[in-house]
């Protein structure tokens, strides 16, 4: 954890705000979430965390947080990349460019919690239909009657 | 046992007899309104339309297909074949029933792969309304006539995720379903009796 912690801080200086120790992992990183291409390029690159395993996000309600979980083949081991963006503007460069992995669980990422990545390749919806409105794992999101919810037929 | 009783083999009295050897006149159409010979010699691209037109004169020649019509009901109700599709845990239960154990198609019920050759809609599972048009996509590409049947709570109700934001609560508001079978999954016996169901159903209707 703290060769993680010193090799990020002479690499990207200023971008990681800490490492926290975190269960069965090589540590939690929080980073600056404007930095955050540098960050993955050094966490991918630098460190050989070369295998993308995971993206979440979480609502906390007065911000979210975006996670990234990457495994390294060679130092068997996984590492936690975590940044928050702000409830008003929920956006983070993403990580498609580094793990191509990324590319879907982005979109899942942003369809249900809404955090928006910039650069992404294919921001499409994944799992409901085009054209749906909500994004339904915001802790905003009210249930309401199915009927509200208007079915997109396709054209045949 | 398998003695045959004296009442079988005794003759029948005479006024039957008299009975059986005058045959009640079918009423038969004396001509045919398209002659069928013509149909034999047609090429196949024309021969649908062209027996589909002769077909229908003749239904209607026969007072509102007062004949030919029990046949074709007798006949389809007797030979579902429901679409091979599975959405969920219920599949595993329609599976099952085409299976040596339950054995559906002992009822004429076998599962073809192409909605084109299939004249019943099982839905079974969860219908989220991301696969909506598709199911309307596969019920519109089933040839008429066809019937639904809505296999378990889900498909019924939207079941347990009836509030959930992505499941259509019930498969009825996408097409017209004709049996519910309750169940969470149902067993395949309440999957065969619903067919069943289904069976009187078009029995009653004429269809």
Not at chain 2, 29 to 57: C, D, G, H, N, Q
Not at chain 2, 75 to 96: D, K, T, Y
Request: glycine content about 6%; aromatic content about 8%; hydrophobic content about 45%.
């Amino acid at each position: 954890m703290e060769k993680v912690a010193e090799f990020l801080a002479a690499r990207v200086p200023g971008a990681v705000h800490a490492v926290d120790p975190f269960p069965r992992t090589a540590g939690r990183v929080r980073f600056d979430r404007d930095r955050a291409l540098d960050v993955f390029r050094a966490v991918h690159d630098g460190l050989g965390f070369t295998h993308l395993s995971m993206v979440g996000a979480v609502d906390w309600v007065d911000h979210r947080e975006v996670v990234y979980v990457v495994w390294s083949d060679a130092r068997r081991e996984y590492l936690l990349l975590a940044t928050e963006v702000p409830s008003a503007d929920p956006r983070v460069e993403s990580a498609s460019a580094v793990w191509p992995s990324a590319n879907w669980h982005e979109r899942e990422a942003w369809e249900l919690v809404g955090v928006t990545f910039d650069h992404h390749p294919d921001l499409r919806r994944l799992l409901t239909p085009d054209g749906y409105a909500f994004h339904p794992l915001l802790r905003s999101f009210a249930l309401h009657e199915p009927e509200e919810l208007e079915v997109k037929v396709r054209d045949v | 046992m398998g003695r045959v009783s004296e009442s079988d083999t005794s003759p029948p009295p005479a006024a039957a007899r008299e009975a059986a050897a005058a045959p009640q006149p079918l009423p038969m159409a004396t001509e045919p309104a398209v002659p069928f010979v013509e149909i034999e010699t047609l090429r196949a691209r024309e021969f649908i339309p062209a027996a589909k037109e002769a077909l229908s004169a003749l239904l209607k020649e026969q007072a509102d297909g007062k004949m030919i019509r029990p046949v074709f009901n007798w006949a389809g109700r007797n030979s579902l074949f429901p679409l091979h599709w599975g959405l969920a845990c219920c599949a595993i239960e329609f599976a099952s029933a085409f299976g040596a154990r339950w054995d559906a198609e002992r009822f004429g019920v076998v599962p073809r792969s192409s909605p084109r050759q299939c004249d019943l809609l099982i839905v079974n599972g969860t219908v989220t309304w991301k696969v909506a048009h598709k199911l309307i996509t596969l019920y519109e590409q089933m040839p008429e006539p066809k019937w639904v049947i809505a296999m378990g709570n889900c498909a019924t109700g939207g079941g347990p995720f009836r509030t959930a934001y992505s499941v259509v609560p019930g498969v009825d508001k996408l097409v017209p379903v004709d049996v519910y079978i309750a169940g969470c999954p149902p067993r395949p016996e309440a999957l065969i009796d619903g067919i069943l169901k289904l069976e009187e159903l078009i029995r009653e209707r004429g269809e």
